[in-house]
């Protein structure tokens, strides 16, 4: 699948945007469509983390294994995805001034066959969209609270 990419600008400085996106576990609390976070390795932050998100996107549920393979502190987080759906995930901030961040979060999705491949991925991008930029702007809420 194309990637697919969303931003969002916060009203705060990157280092607090950090602080939330660095508690991995807390995710589950701003994204729709992850109901739980295990870590499944010893470290649970860094390069080399390893979590296994139960994750649901209307009737579709699954197990997405995230191998964290970026994890620059203050700046960006990056994944491989080695669950059903493969492909590789990126967090990045940018200081925007004035003590506010742009957020981006970028995907890179690939789809088995019985989620019906590069057309699943088709119908599937608008639907990543809507949902990423709504965990976004949950993140923003949350953040600026």
Known sequence: MPAVTVSIDIDAPPERVWAELADLPSHVEWMADAESMTITSEQTGGV?????????IGPLRTTDVM??????????MAVR????????????????GGGRTRMTWSEELDFPIHFGGPIGAAVARPIFRRIWSANLGRLKARVEG
């Open 48 to 56: 080399g983390t390893v979590a296994e998100v139960a994750t649901t």
């Open 81 to 96: 995805h080695e669950g059903l759906v493969s492909g590789t995930g990126r967090f990045t901030l940018d200081d925007i």
């Open 67 to 76: 191998r964290f393979t970026e994890w620059d502190e203050g700046r960006a």
